[in-house]
Nanobody, 116 residues
Framework: QVQVVESGGGLVQAGGSLRLSCSAS????????MGWYRQAPGSQRELVAR???????NYADSVKGRFAISRGNAQNFVNLQMNDVQPEDTAVYYC??????????WGQGTQVTVSS
């Protein structure tokens, strides 16, 4: 059973920083990409940032220059550094793991709330 576990959410003031972490019990060589998505109330889930096994990254336009995704020492571990957060960043953040076999795994989500 694959497990994807997020941590690091919470309440932060606008302009502050927060760091999310995610670990996956997936064999490293099976991982194609890891990423962070978010879903605000009444909205669809959207991509925030993604990192491929090659190290290539991409970001949603709304977070470019403020958020940074990186892998930990273990290739099945990923962080999302969130700087200069804004109220519109408030959402449940989900970690996603994609494998070379086409499987997708999701964490349970972690709440990020930004107060103005």
């Amino acid at each position: 059973q694959v497990q994807v576990v997020e941590s690091g959410g919470g309440l932060v003031q606008a302009g502050g920083s927060l760091r999310l972490s995610c670990s996956a019990s997936v064999r490293i060589f099976n991982i194609y990409a890891m990423g962070w998505y978010r879903q605000a109330p009444g909205s669809q889930r959207e991509l925030v940032a993604r990192i491929w096994s090659s190290g290539v990254t991409n970001y949603a336009d709304s977070v470019k220059g403020r958020f940074a995704i990186s892998r930990g020492n273990a290739q099945n571990f990923v962080n999302l550094q969130m700087n200069d957060v804004q109220p519109e960043d408030t959402a449940v953040y989900y970690c996603n793991v994609s494998t070379h076999f086409g499987a997708d795994y999701w964490g349970q989500g972690t709440q990020v709330t930004v107060s103005s």
